[in-house]
Structures are given as C-alpha cells and as structure tokens.
C-alpha cells in the first residue's frame, strides 16, 4: 500500500513537472510574438509625442491596422489579461512585462488606440457560428416551396466605435485587472512589509495600475478625437447641401 501511495505521489510530482515546464514553453513563445509585436510598433512610430503625450502622427498603414484589428491579437490579449491571479502574474514576468509594454505601445498613437475598442470574441466561436446561420439559412431555403429565399443578413463588421461600450473588449477587461490591483495595493499598504512574492506582485500590480491610467487617458482622447471628427464631416456635408428652397420658383 505505501509503495502504491509513492508511486502515486512520483507520477504527481512528475506529472505537475511536466505541465510547469509546457507552460514555461508557451509563456517563451507568447514572451517573444510579444516582443516582436512591440518591436513593429516602436518601429513603425512616426514623429514625436504632442503636448498630450501621445503620437498623432499615423503609426501603421491603415491596410496594417485592420489586419491588426481582425486577427486573433484582441482575443489572445484578452486571455492574458483575464488572469485573475496576481500571483501568477507576478511568477510569470517576463510574459506580463512584454505584454505591457505592447499595451503601451498601442495606447501610444491615436492610430492603435482602437485596438483597446473591438470586440475581443474568439475567432474560432465566431466561424462556427456563421457556419451554423449559413447551414441554417440553406436548410431553409431547401425546405421552402420555391419561393426566393430572402437573402441572409450580412455578419456585422467591426467597427471603430466612439463609446468603447462593449463588455469583452481590452479596455473593459484591462479595467478589472485595474481594479484587482488597485485593491491589492491598497491591503499591501495595510498589511505593512511582505516577502518576496508579496513584493512581486506589488511591483507587477503597480505597473499594471499604470498602464491601465495611461490606457484610460488614451482612449479617453481618442473618443474626443473620433467624435470631433465625425461633427467636422457632418458639418462639411450639410455646408455641401443647397439651401431650402434654392432654385424653387420662377420668376415674379
């Protein structure tokens, strides 16, 4: 019986082992994509920052920017940034630090704020879905009378949104990693001195709540930015119309 419970115990040991060292290889390799990632948009930046601290200047050809918007990136940020332990975080470093600094970076131009805005849905939930609505739509069409089946509604497109109101996107849910650290900060001054996993994730926290400031700041001028935009095209088109009752009438 004990040599059942050792043996036991090994493949466990082993087994926790194993999984430590393919998240340790996972985390290298999101660590690095990161690390690219930040190094085309450093690179790619144009001028210097204005009076607000942020780039106006364009970062990335607008063609970049919406492959940027519509590939799986949103989603793959959101699964990182939805890790409710701190602790965690703090034991996996060198991920979260670069993962920051491509949160920076994005909030640093006004032409890769709209990344904090999207939607961050899974790629893969989204194709199966208009997989299914495409099935069910030929179904029905099949099972008619002969009638034209009426088209299938176009799938709704992202698209850049002033409010920022969605609940899943990178500005939601980097709000309630915000949160958690602001909270965790305030019991660490509470608490007094901790150990060295205590300090860890203070400084991760700290670093966290910061960017997480920067990232508000950011979006919040880029709403004025879009809003303001779209009063000045308004206000070009009805400077275009002809004036009410123009070229109506005859002569007297």
Not at 13 to 32: E, I, N, P, S
Not at 34 to 54: E, K
Not at 90 to 104: F, K
């Amino acid at each position: 019986m004990c040599a059942c419970l050792q043996g036991n115990e090994r493949a466990a040991v082993l087994a926790c082992q194993q999984a430590k060292q393919r998240q340790v290889a996972v985390d290298g390799a999101a660590a690095r994509l990161l690390a690219r990632l930040a190094g085309v948009l450093r690179d790619g930046s144009a001028g210097g920052a204005g009076t607000d601290g942020i780039r106006h200047a364009p970062r990335m050809p607008p063609v970049d920017m919406a492959v940027l918007l519509a590939s799986e990136l949103p989603f793959l940020l959101r699964q990182l940034l939805q890790n409710d332990s701190l602790q965690d975080i703090a034991d996996r470093q060198d991920l979260y630090r670069e993962l920051m600094l491509v949160l920076r970076l994005l909030g640093s131009s006004m032409d890769t704020v709209e990344a904090f805005c999207v939607p961050t849905d899974d790629p893969q939930e989204a194709a199966k879905e208009a997989a299914a609505a495409a099935a069910a739509a030929h179904a029905a069409s099949r099972a008619g009378d002969g009638a034209q089946p009426a088209a299938a509604p176009a799938a709704a497109q992202p698209a850049p949104s002033a409010a920022c109101g969605q609940n899943n996107n990178l500005l939601a849910i980097l709000q309630r990693l915000g949160t958690q650290c602001a909270i965790y900060k305030r019991s660490a001054q509470e608490l007094g001195q901790g150990d060295a996993e205590d300090v860890g994730a203070l400084s991760i926290a700290l670093e966290i709540g910061s960017v997480y400031d920067d990232v508000v700041d950011a979006v919040a001028l880029w709403r004025q930015t879009v809003a303001a935009g779209d009063a000045a095209t308004m206000s070009a088109w009805l400077g275009a119309q002809p004036a009410a009752g123009a070229g109506v009438g005859g002569e007297g």
